[in-house]
């Protein structure tokens, strides 16, 4: 019988600091390096837009890291935005940790299945307390909240209006500046 080797984060860390990977857009998911999807236009343009719109919305308050690796048990993934706790020079030493998350978004335009069940189960294990997956299909958003296990308790969907974060209840995001 054959058994995957899975790879742990330091394993994950001293190959990226050989260079190995340096030509490659991989994840580390649940001690596997996986490829990532590229890129399309619209979801460069959604994420773009919406980073400045966060950053505008949330300045001195979070630090908003648009594709950048956060740091699980035994992952290390780049979610499309972060909503990340200050101060930025933190995370010279190392990536965000889930302590210092205070939100996660996808920007799904060929990923949603993934992004609904897999990365879900995964950000929910790591007690990520809210995630976003934006269905930029059918313009709408996602909110999971509440982590037990490998699971959110609440869920919501969101076509227009505000959503608040749970991390900021003084801010209200307005969906609409996904689409624009």
Not at 37 to 49: D, K, R
Not at 55 to 64: D, R, Y
Not at 92 to 106: N, T, Y
Request: include cysteine; charged fraction near 25%.
């Amino acid at each position: 019988m054959k058994t995957l080797a899975k790879w742990t984060v330091e394993d994950y860390h001293r190959l990226i600091e050989t260079g190995l990977l340096n030509q490659r857009r991989v994840e580390l998911i649940a001690g596997e390096i996986i490829e990532m999807s590229p890129e399309g236009p619209l979801h460069a343009f959604v994420t773009e837009g919406f980073a400045k719109y966060l950053q505008a919305l949330l300045q001195e308050m979070a630090l908003v890291r648009e594709a950048h690796p956060i740091t699980l048990a035994d992952s290390e993934l780049e979610p499309d935005l972060a909503i990340c706790k200050l101060p930025r020079q933190q995370y010279k030493i190392c990536h965000p940790q889930p302590s210092d998350i205070f939100w996660l978004i996808e920007i799904s335009q060929t990923t949603l299945n993934y992004d609904l069940s897999e990365k879900k189960q995964i950000y929910a294990k790591a007690g990520i307390q809210e995630y976003w997956v934006v269905d930029v299909n059918k313009s709408q958003i996602y909110v999971f909240r509440q982590p037990q296990e490998d699971n959110y308790q609440a869920s919501s969907t969101i076509r227009e209006g505000f959503i608040i974060p749970l991390a900021f209840p003084h801010i209200e995001v307005l969906v609409e500046k996904f689409w624009s």
